[in-house]
């Protein structure tokens, strides 16, 4: 009885292990048990994941297009504006033409209607070239008379050039002559020498300094000192420091103001003191006047008389 169950629980165990194996199937087939169904659950994860990308992808391109779209829409307007705008204008242009078509017609009428005039003149190419030559002399003559006005123009900046020279010539020889150097000359002293009483100036010529002048020093708008011109060169001068002209407490020093000596204001005449009792005219005024005695004959021995 023994062996009979232990027969059984073989036969059990072995249908089961055959009922196990059975259950967990083929990892290679989509279905059959346990592995296969788990084959078919990673086959349908992998295809949803890759559904789910592709939907992505469908859904970034979707976008785009939708992007894309109204770009089109938007330029779509505007080629339509822009269209209706052209059209206008092309309505413009065609009213235009017409117009300009007319002008043509009325200038080709105008046109006929010279040449018939034209033909009264006689030859028109020999009118032509005597109008061409005609222009040529007018614009010849034009030529002339703007060379001759530029050559005038640079003729009166030459004299005007001229004259300033000779003025300012002229005013140099008169400072020269009256021994007083430019009225409105300044400068500054550029070195003083104490000792040997002399000084030198940062101008000379250039500024119409005259040699033997007198010149002031200057000092907060007051003259503390006189100077002797010496030498003068084109743009510097020597003077001699005039004694006792020093103010006292004062010394000439380097970088004061030298000015041409100030001349003093004339002093205004006394007004005439009319008469209390002028004597009243011997002359009558209505009568006529005396002839006017006759000039004395030159001596004819005196040859400048």
């Known amino acids: ?50 559904a789910k990308a592709r939907l992505k992808k469908l859904q970034t391109t979707l976008a785009e297009t939708n992007t894309t779209l109204a770009e089109f829409n938007a330029e779509n307007e505007t080629k339509t504006t822009e269209n209706a705008a052209q059209k206008k204008k092309n309505e413009q242009l065609k009213a235009e033409v017409a117009a300009l078509e007319a002008e043509g017609k009325a200038k080709t009428a105008e046109a006929d209607d010279k040449d018939d005039s034209i033909k009264e003149f006689g030859d028109v190419k020999q009118v032509v070239a005597e109008l061409k030559q005609l222009t040529s002399d007018l614009s010849q003559i034009e030529l002339d008379i703007t060379q001759g006005e530029a050559n005038q ?31 409105n000359a300044a400068t500054r002293i550029r070195s003083v020498y104490a000792t040997l009483g002399f000084v030198t100036l940062a101008g000379g010529d250039d500024l119409g300094i005259v040699k033997n002048s007198t010149l002031e020093v200057v000092r907060d708008d007051a003259v503390i000192a006189n100077l002797k011109v010496t030498t003068v060169e084109s743009k510097s001068a020597a003077a001699d420091i005039v004694p006792d002209s020093v103010v006292d407490g004062e010394s000439v020093q380097v970088g004061d103001t030298v000015r041409s000596a100030q001349k003093a204001a004339p002093e205004p005449e006394p007004a005439a003191v009319p008469a209390l009792n002028p004597e009243p005219l011997e002359a009558d005024p209505l009568a006529e006047p005396e002839p006017e005695p006759e000039p004395a004959q030159p001596d004819e021995a005196d040859p400048f008389g």
């Open 1 to 50: 009885m023994a062996n009979i169950f232990a027969i059984l629980t073989a036969v059990v165990l072995a249908i089961s292990g055959f009922l196990a194996f059975k259950n967990q199937g083929n990892s290679e087939t989509e279905g059959a048990g346990y592995r296969g169904w788990i084959l078919k659950r990673e086959n349908m994860e992998d295809t949803l994941a890759r």
């Open 153 to 183: 123009a640079d003729l009166e900046a030459q004299l005007a050039g001229v004259e300033a020279s000779l003025a300012d010539v002229r005013e140099r020889i008169s400072w020269r002559v009256s021994g007083e150097s430019n009225p």
